[in-house]
């Protein structure tokens, strides 16, 4: 694996896909709250979760927003440490990028293209069996 630091605009430009995935989320977020009490306790609902009784990958996530919203990130942790941990080295990224206009490029091998995907397969599942975990007690 290579990495290294390519110049970028500082901002960069919108990936329009992206926008209107995060657009239909957050009105989901909304509509959901609306719908279902919308009180602290209250959880938007998971299609996922309502066809098959198992919590999706990303179950927590939107309440885990919530609690970032609320300056109470130890518990956006705790219902969802993969989509935490990913929010976060995003944010990251996007923060260095605006300041030094430079951005990270990795290039990988065949072989540790393989490695990468692996190791990304098992920190999917060992987030999505934390989530069936947490999820399963009731919390």
Do not use: K, Y
């Given at each position: 694996?290579?990495?290294?630091?390519?110049?970028?605009?500082?901002?960069?430009?919108p990936r329009w896909w992206f926008v209107a995935l995060f657009a239909v989320w957050i009105a989901w977020i909304l509509l959901a709250s609306a719908s279902f009490g919308g009180g602290a306790d209250a959880r938007p609902l998971c299609h996922f979760r309502a066809l098959t009784?198992?919590?999706c990958v990303g179950c927590g996530g939107s309440t885990g927003a919530r609690a970032i919203l609320d300056g109470q990130p130890e518990r956006a942790f705790d219902l969802?440490?993969?989509l935490f941990f990913l929010l976060t080295v995003w944010?990251?990224?996007f923060?260095?990028?605006l300041?030094?206009?430079?951005?990270?490029?990795a290039r990988f091998s065949p072989r540790g293209r393989k490695v990468a995907w692996s190791v990304a397969a098992v920190l999917?599942?060992?987030a999505w069996a934390y989530v069936?975990?947490?999820?399963?007690?009731g919390a």
């Open positions: 694996m290579e990495l290294r630091l390519e110049r970028a605009t500082r901002l960069p430009r009784g198992v919590p969802n440490p993969g944010l990251a990224l923060v260095r990028r300041v030094t206009g430079r951005r990270i490029v999917f599942a060992v069936i975990w947490r999820q399963g007690r």
